[in-house]
């Protein structure tokens, strides 16, 4: 897809963060957005903040019926979804897998995994049905996608669920001869001042961690940043409205896979699949001061 102006674009998890940023680029290009957010006065905020033809819907993604009524009210309005970015995500707190609760599992899976699977299957019937050039991008990790971080189970988990989701879901499409394509977000260039930082606050009180553990409790991106350079580390910080700009310029190349630097995955995955060739594990312990 290369001509953007004028037509709509679908973004969840559109109030804050990636989302807003991609909403931000879309606009700039003369599109019709859509931003979906399960908090409303974030989503207030942003559709004011943003300037264009932007249109704020309340959902919860973990809801198929939720996903539906935006798709009933993003074609009711515009008669059409021609990008929809499955973008809403969330995290659960670093432990061990045999101290995770079974709702860390159902929160962060609901949103991630599931939430991506009912955009698809809210949206994209309609958009094939419409005849119309589409695309949907799902966006995953390289935390899960390409190397997962073992103290991340939760998190990466499903994130490596959305990237194989996604490939699959571009096959089927171009399997059919739809019209459709699909494409992988992996955001990166340096860590992300976003709100994945701090998603327990939209975790369901049904779902509240049963046990009081110190992992539990969440850093914010500033804290973060303060701890690392009191410790000595310069970390890297990527503009999110550049990633934007970034995931734009991919879309318009017709990239599946959207990614800064991303050739320096290759080194990353073959020797993860000589690893595995080799029956071993792919993941360093000594990361985790395990050895």
């Known amino acids: 897809m290369k001509d953007f102006k004028g037509r709509v674009a679908v973004v969840t998890g559109g109030a804050s963060g990636i989302g807003k940023a991609l909403a931000k680029a879309f606009l700039g290009e003369g599109m019709k957005v859509v931003?979906?957010?399960?908090?409303?006065?974030?989503?207030?905020?942003?559709?004011?903040?943003?300037?264009?033809?932007?249109?704020?819907?309340?959902?919860?993604?973990?809801?198929?019926?939720?996903?539906?009524?935006?798709?009933?009210?993003?074609?009711?309005?515009?008669?059409?979804?021609?990008?929809?970015?499955?973008?809403?995500?969330?995290?659960?707190?670093?432990?061990?897998?045999?101290?995770?609760?079974?709702?860390?599992?159902?929160?962060?899976h609901s949103v991630n995994v599931h939430g991506t699977a009912h955009g698809v299957q809210a949206f994209v019937p309609r958009m094939i049905e419409s005849g119309e050039e589409g695309l949907v991008m799902n966006t995953s990790s390289g935390d899960g996608g390409i190397?997962?971080?073992?103290?991340?189970?939760?998190?990466?988990?499903?994130?490596?669920?959305?990237?194989?989701m996604t490939e699959c879901l571009e096959a089927q499409l171009v399997g059919r001869e739809t019209k459709l394509h699909a494409c992988i977000l992996y955001p990166s260039g340096g860590l992300l001042p976003t709100g994945i930082w701090t998603t327990k606050r939209n975790r369901p009180a049904e779902l509240a961690p049963k046990r009081a553990y110190d992992a539990h409790k969440e850093t914010t991106f500033d804290e973060f940043m303060e701890g690392a350079k009191k410790a000595g580390f310069d970390l890297p910080v990527q503009d999110l409205d550049e990633l934007a700009q970034f995931a734009l310029d991919g879309i318009r190349k017709g990239d599946f896979v959207i990614m800064i630097d991303r050739e320096s995955m290759e080194a990353t995955l073959v020797e993860r699949a000589q690893k595995l060739a080799r029956g071993e594990c792919p993941i360093e312990l000594q990361h985790m001061g395990l050895d």
């Open 35 to 108: 931003i979906a957010d399960v908090e409303g006065p974030a989503l207030e905020a942003a559709t004011a903040e943003l300037a264009g033809d932007v249109m704020g819907v309340v959902a919860d993604v973990t809801k198929p019926e939720s996903v539906r009524a935006l798709a009933d009210e993003v074609f009711a309005t515009h008669g059409a979804c021609h990008i929809l970015c499955n973008n809403a995500g969330v995290a659960a707190p670093n432990l061990n897998l045999w101290d995770t609760e079974p709702s860390d599992f159902q929160w962060v």
């Open 147 to 164: 190397s997962p971080l073992a103290q991340q189970v939760v998190y990466a988990s499903s994130k490596a669920a959305i990237s194989i």
